[in-house]
């Protein structure tokens, strides 16, 4: 089993990293395809912000995210309108 990857999982951020694990990206790949930073998406597939007061992942920001990866999962890392 890699490093990171939950069998069975629970939890949405941890259905995020296996999907990016499964994929094989980095998370530096991750922050270049999505425009998310590399520490922002470390926090979303932990499941909360770091820091002083660590709090939850709003669902807002795992939706963007998870429509993010289903476009990269589809191809469509490159659109224009």
Known sequence: M???FVENPKY??????NWRMRNRYT????????G???S???DLENG???GDQAHPIEPLTM???RLCCAAIDKG??????
């Open 76 to 81: 469509l890392t490159e659109w224009d309108w």
């Open 63 to 65: 939706m963007r995210y």
């Open 40 to 42: 922002h998406l470390a």
């Open 36 to 38: 998310f930073s590399v």
């Open 27 to 34: 998370r530096e790949q991750m922050s270049e395809l999505t």
């Open 48 to 50: 909360c912000y770091r």
């Open 12 to 17: 949405e951020h941890e259905r995020a990293r």
């Open 2 to 4: 890699k490093r990171g």
